[in-house]
């Protein structure tokens, strides 16, 4: 009787621990979401001005962080793939939550929930978090060279690079960190399966976290 009260105190700690984590990447994902409204006025600016045969829309005096001395075409275009990349990046932690991540198996969905927490605990312990960590780690080596060098757009488009260059190690830092969150909430379902493994963490982490 013991053993069973400690255990489902761990597995309340460990759901608990998750919830501010889950939290996070379900805010961070549903902020970013908004960027794809970003994306199509972009693309929209870039049609009308290429139809337009315009090139640039206005230069001021002075650097302005990203956009440079002047607004042009070549600015809305390369807008278009910051704003999908910061979309995507920041994104991709909303997706692990929403368990809307591409998966490739012919066993999962017919386990037990206790078994496929098991599952993915592996996957993040071996996989997700170390490759997040790593790959974190050795692209600041890009934004520091980019900030560095000052590097910018070749076809007088936007400036400072390293913005963009940036959100790969904290897009990945964001998922490492919502694979942790997982990782307490797999942990509560596998000491406690009873009372944690009837509803998905997506289910608990979109609609109560």
């Known amino acids: 009787m013991r053993k069973a009260t400690d255990a489902a105190r761990s597995a309340v700690l460990c759901d608990k621990l998750a919830r501010p984590l889950i939290r996070l990447g379900v805010v961070v994902g549903q902020l970013s979401s ?3 409204l970003f994306v199509m006025l972009s693309v929209l600016a ?3 001005l290429n139809t337009l045969g315009l090139n640039e829309i206005i230069r001021w005096e002075g650097d302005v962080l ?8 070549n600015s809305m275009t390369e807008l278009q793939w910051h704003f999908f990349g910061v979309l995507t990046l920041l994104g991709a932690t909303y ?18 929930p206790r078994a496929r927490a098991i599952v993915d605990v592996i996957g993040h312990v ?19 060279m980019a900030y ?9 488009g936007l400036s400072d690079r390293y913005l963009i260059k940036a959100m790969l190690p ?3 830092v964001f998922l490492a960190i919502g694979a942790v969150g997982q990782l307490l909430a797999k942990f509560a379902i596998i000491i406690d ?11 608990k982490g979109l609609c109560k976290y």
């Open 34 to 36: 908004w960027l794809v």
């Open 46 to 48: 870039t049609v009308v």
């Open 66 to 73: 990203l956009l440079g001395d002047a607004i042009t075409i």
């Open 95 to 112: 997706a692990l939550h929403r368990d809307s991540h591409v998966r490739v198996d012919l066993v999962y969905h017919n386990l037990s």
């Open 126 to 144: 071996v996989c997700l978090i170390p490759f997040c960590l790593i790959i974190a780690w050795l692209s600041m080596h890009s934004v520091r």
């Open 148 to 156: 560095i060098s000052g590097e910018m757009s070749n076809y007088g």
């Open 170 to 172: 904290i897009g990945l």
């Open 193 to 203: 399966p009873i009372n944690f493994g009837h509803a998905s963490t997506l289910t």
